[in-house]
């Protein structure tokens, strides 16, 4: 029989796309593909992915799959797209989205975004009905990760459910060609969420307008607690140094630098020297803070934001409440031409945890938690299911030739949570359990590692209830019961005992991973090498496989093994724990291991203690040692007198850092070190850089010298191990690096040297990433034939 050549061939494929294709606009984006192409069939969201059929021409066909890798809505992440033929059906008609269908996830819901120029476009129209509403959204921009309780991504599975969409919002999320077809948070003033002011005492304020009222509150010098995506910030006027200093004490956050939130990227430039980098980040639809070189102006016009440091984090508005809050003090006008004007307001945005507590996340909770530290509340009665911080990055020009520019974690969370790292190969699920520090914990599913939203340090009660609920709905979210568990050596830290709780409970094993060891992992994971490379882990402290403190370590890793191959000479701590919060304290240190332990006293007289310190140090037995190099850092800043008593985390290198940087030009390293084989290693010993800095009388070059100094002898004594141990490439990971110079410049030279030069980029390279790295450890150990 002769073929029929008059009817155009029909062929019809299903099509399973996998990554970050839901609560990202992904069904009408296909929807829309499909129309254009002439194809009927459908798309759903299930816990796969995205899925669907097209029927049409073969060509058309091959143009949707490409498209739909080539075009994929900007919040996206198409991982895979596999396809195969069907049967043809000649009575279909038309493209339709259906239902969601549940079922075993392997997908991910996306990350909070900042509101998009076309939201924007509606919120300051006066036309628009959506005119100064506070939650406007659509499926390019908005909640997402913070309001999800769990996949497929539906409206019913969101803290939206409680809100009925009004006639003209559903009409909106009926309508394949609008914005808004299928934005599960979609809502108006009619239907969606809604703002209320409370006073101190939680008695609601009468007001027409709550933001115009909050504003007159900020500027008259009040704090206010404002309910974000992720939590609450509490918020007072940066140009107002009687309300920093009233919110600096209230919340006890010592001199910790503030975040300030400005209108657009003009503001920023008046309070900071930035790189097109930066303005990329901070405009970003991420919206992190971003840690900028600031101007002069800072230290007068915003007094007490950052004392003696070099830099200040900004952040640019995120949520549509933040930009009305400005539009309010540029005088409400119409368009959005003004967003590319100089604004005056800058704010304070810090995270509403009073002294170590978790992030304030509930209006109730606010009220009891935030008591006598807000003078007023601004809330809304969208519930928010996950807790989630702001992300804290910095960005700049990597030392490594040819190298793009690429941002740096200091902490990873909002914007960035839940995306996946991907890993080289796939293993069994791993719940793996972080670190006491900067906590966060990390659930690996096939070759995908999940980290969680940065938790914080889990020496306070909240914090670590906080760590066992982001456990809970990281193992919720993604439908995975982990089939091995991974945590610290350190018995005593509350995410080993939870992780030993729960391997027994589910009857899976327990992996202990030493901390420096999990440092390494966490640069290979995000590389996806498993080694063998040379590791250079520097932090503060982390307990070493012998028992004793560690922290500034040459490992060489190769797959979960690892061997000490070199170390810091160590250093006494006297007062063992109280050492490492006063720098003091590590200065006597390295004066008595001069043999200057006459000199402490009178060095230190205004310090409590300082006479009997000496006392303590001629008794080894009672002071431990560290090789911490965190630590060394803390002995230059107490000896040059940049610091000597720390309010927060690294404040004495931080401060050290800056004086650094404001000495200017670069100075010739001075031979203040030594390298001497031990049985651990290549032992590199500072202490000639620190007798050198203790006769220094001028801080800035001496925090300048022992930069300089101490760049060159990491460089010499990594080189050398790298020749010895015949490794090619090197990982560097640990808090330290978060040092500019060291983590720009140190590259530089280690890759003029002919290494391969590994770093954190998709985690942060200090214990936020622990997690990563011990998952990535308990894989490989539980490898077949491992």
């Not at 069994?428 to 999940?450: H, I, M, Q, S, Y």
Request: proline fraction near 5%; include cysteine; hydrophobic fraction near 40%.
């Amino acid at each position: 029989m002769a073929q029929d050549f008059s009817q155009p061939r029909l062929e019809r494929r299903h099509i399973r796309v996998r990554g970050v294709v839901q609560g990202v606009g992904f069904r009408p984006f296909v929807y829309r593909l499909a129309q254009t192409l002439d194809l009927s069939g459908w798309v759903r969201n299930d816990g796969d992915g995205v899925e669907l059929e097209g029927q049409g021409l073969p060509g058309n066909l091959s143009a949707l799959i490409a498209r739909i890798r080539s075009e994929a809505p900007s919040l996206a992440r198409v991982d895979s797209i596999h396809t195969r033929l069907c049967d043809a059906d000649p009575a279909d008609q038309g493209f339709t989205i259906r239902t969601s269908e549940s079922g075993a996830v392997s997908t991910t819901i996306g990350h909070d975004s900042a509101v998009c120029a076309d939201c924007l476009a509606e919120l300051f129209d006066p036309a628009d009905r959506r005119w100064r509403y506070p939650f406007i959204n659509c499926t390019h921009c908005g909640p997402r990760y913070t309001i999800t309780r769990a996949l497929p991504y539906d409206r019913s599975n969101t803290s939206m459910a409680t809100f009925a969409q009004c006639p003209a919002c559903q009409r909106e999320y009926d309508a394949p060609v609008h914005r808004r077809f299928h934005a599960e948070p979609n809502a108006c003033a009619d239907c969606g969420p809604q703002l209320s002011l409370l006073e101190a005492a939680g008695v609601r304020v009468a007001t027409r307008d709550p933001i115009a009222d909050t504003l007159l509150r900020l500027l008259t010098g009040e704090i206010v607690a404002i309910k974000g995506l992720g939590g609450f910030h509490l918020v007072c006027d940066a140009r107002n140094p009687e309300a920093v200093e009233r919110l600096r004490a209230r919340k006890g956050r010592g001199g910790k630098p503030f975040a300030v939130m400005v209108a657009n990227l003009a503001s920023a430039r008046r309070w900071a020297r930035l790189a097109s980098a930066e303005e990329a980040l901070l405009a970003g639809a991420e919206r992190p803070v971003v840690l900028c070189e600031k101007r002069p102006s800072v230290d007068n016009e915003l007094w007490g934001l950052a004392p003696d440091l070099g830099s200040i984090g900004l952040m640019l508005p995120y949520t549509p409440l933040h930009y009305l809050l400005f539009h309010d003090n540029a005088g409400r006008p119409s368009g959005t031409d003004w967003l590319g004007e100089v604004q005056d307001l800058a704010l304070v945005m810090t995270s509403a945890n009073p002294g170590g507590e978790p992030l304030v996340t509930d209006n109730q909770e606010a009220l009891q938690r935030l008591k006598g530290i807000a003078d007023a509340y601004l809330m809304h009665d969208r519930d928010i299911l996950s807790r989630c911080d702001d992300s804290v990055m910095v960005a700049e020009r990597s030392a490594l030739a040819g190298a793009r520019e690429t941002p740096r974690f200091v902490r990873r969370a909002r914007g960035f949570t839940p995306r996946s790292i991907r890993l080289a190969q796939k293993g069994v699920p791993v719940l793996a359990f972080g670190a006491w520090l900067k906590n966060a914990v990390c659930l690996t599913r096939g070759d995908e590692a999940f980290l969680s939203e940065h938790i914080g340090d889990l020496d306070n009660p909240g914090v670590c209830v906080a760590m066992d609920q982001a456990a809970e709905h990281l193992q919720r979210i993604l439908a995975i019961q982990p089939e091995a568990v991974a945590h610290d050596l350190h018995p005593d830290f509350h995410s080993t005992r939870a992780a030993l709780a729960l391997a027994d409970r589910l009857g899976v094993p327990a992996i202990g991973v030493q901390h420096h060891h999990a440092h390494i992992a966490a640069v290979l994971a995000e590389h996806r090498r498993s080694g063998p490379v040379l590791g250079v882990a520097l932090d503060g402290v982390g307990l070493g496989s012998d028992g004793s403190a560690w922290g500034g370590e040459l490992l060489t890793v190769d797959g979960a093994a690892f061997e000490r191959v070199g170390h810091l000479a160590p250093l006494a701590l006297p007062g063992g724990d109280q050492a490492a919060r006063a720098p003091w304290r590590m200065a006597a240190s390295a004066l008595h291991r001069m043999g200057r332990g006459a000199d402490i006293a009178p060095r230190f007289a205004t310090q409590r203690g300082a006479a009997q310190i000496k006392v303590l140090l001629d008794k080894p037995h009672l002071c431990p040692t560290t090789t911490s190099m965190g630590r060394w850092f803390d002995a230059a800043a107490g000896l040059l007198g940049v610091c000597e008593r720390m309010d927060y985390d690294a404040e004495a290198a931080m401060r050290l850092e800056s004086l650094a940087a404001s000495y200017g030009s670069a100075l010739r390293a001075h031979r203040g070190w030594a390298v001497r084989e031990d049985e651990s290693g290549a032992e590199l010993d500072l202490l000639p850089l620190l007798a050198e800095l203790a006769r220094e009388r001028n801080p800035a070059r001496g925090a300048a010298v022992f930069h300089a100094t101490l760049l060159a002898a990491l460089e010499d004594w990594i080189v050398a191990a790298a020749r010895h141990e015949r490794l090619s490439t090197v990982a560097l990971g640990g808090g330290c690096f978060l040092n500019r110079q060291l983590a720009f410049e140190l590259p530089r030279r280690l890759s003029a040297r002919g290494l391969e030069v590994l770093t954190a980029r998709q985690a942060p390279c200090n214990d936020g990433g622990i997690a990563l790295g011990q998952a990535w450890v308990a894989i490989q150990q539980l490898q077949p034939g491992n």
